[in-house]
């Protein structure tokens, strides 16, 4: 299967821990998107990247947030010191860049519970 | 600031009825996509509108999208049962000729469709 992946799917953390998630975008994918939704809300975008740029951050991205895509392949999301209210899906998406459709294709999500 | 929303939030089918889910924007959005979120699973791309009048149809789903009214419609058609779903539409906006990559998506429509 060659769609995005995320990894870990579920994770479970205590409040105040730190948790990192990964995701591996279609691999000619030079667009990366990272995106938070909660329960019975639409995705709301956090950060994206081109190539290894990180091109824009929500203002929902606060300090405890920070994302990278260091080569320019899969990129890391990191959460310091979880709050409860981060409990959400966290969904990465990648894409082409063009003048045409830049559709965005989603991966599976990674649920993160803070207890 | 981009915003969309979408009516109904909830809308109850029986098969075989036809109905429409109606997505307003508030600015100018140069491009307009649907997805397709199944319970616990990521989002499926069904649709990308790219301009005024544009229409796109597979299967029993047709969108459409008038840009001077701010709004795109996805229209079912004979509904099946296989269609219950939520179903997003996003907005993202354009600068000079490449995407500014950030989608922004409306609260959602949970269809059910009931025998």
New interface residues.
Partial sequence: DTGVSQDPRHKITKRGQNVTFRCDPISEHN?L?W?RQTL??????LT?F?NEAQ??K?RLLSDRFSAERPKGSFSTLEIQRTEQGDSAMY?C?S?L?????????????TRLLVL | ELK?EQNPLFLSMQEGKNYTIYCNYSTTSD?L?W?RQDPG?????LF?L?SNGAVKQEGRLMASLDTKARLSTLHITAAVHDLSATY?C?G?LNAG????????????TILTVHP
């Fill in positions: 667009r998107y995106y019975g809300q639409g995705p709301e975008f994206y081109q091109l824009e929500s969904l998406a894409s860049t063009g003048p045409i459709q830049e559709t965005q294709y989603f991966g599976p999500g | 969309v491009r996509y997805y699973k990521s989002l499926e791309s990308v790219l997003f996003a993202g000729g490449t995407s500014y990559g950030k989608l922004t998506f409306g609260q959602g």
